[in-house]
Nanobody
Framework: QVQLVESGGGLVQAGGSLRLSCAAS????????MGWFRQAPGKEREFVGG????????YYVDSVEGRSTISRDIAKNTVYLQMNSLKPEDTAVYYC????????????????WGQGTLVTVSS
């Protein structure tokens, strides 16, 4: 059974940093893409970025590129989202997700999801 478990969320002041983790288990993720999404109150879930498990190619949306880094530790089966220079508009529940193939922004194409971790950025 595939499980994705996020951690690392919390309350941080604007300008601060957080590193979110996504521990993956239950299958080999070789050939998979891991995506990070977020959902703010009253808004739709949006794609933040992703990484190819094999090869490590990364992708980011414009709103976080330059202040976020996605990485993975294959030995630990864990994917990370490092976010710097956080803004109040980054406040959301952050989810990791997995899909076979390449990184795409469409949430509906991801087969596996974590439960989410809340990030709150205070001004």
């Amino acid at each position: 059974q595939v499980q994705l478990v996020e951690s690392g969320g919390g309350l941080v002041q604007a300008g601060g940093s957080l590193r979110l983790s996504c521990a993956a288990s239950g299958r080999s993720f070789s050939g998979y893409a891991m995506g990070w999404f977020r959902q703010a109150p009253g808004k739709e879930r949006e794609f933040v970025g992703g990484i190819r498990w094999s090869g490590g190619g990364t992708y980011y949306v414009d709103s976080v590129e330059g202040r976020s880094t996605i990485s993975r530790d294959i030995a630990k089966n864990t994917v990370y989202l490092q976010m710097n220079s956080l803004k109040p508009e980054d406040t959301a529940v952050y989810y990791c997700a997995a899909r076979a193939g390449t990184v795409v922004g469409a949430a509906s194409t991801y087969a596996y999801w974590g439960q989410g971790t809340l990030v709150t950025v205070s001004s």
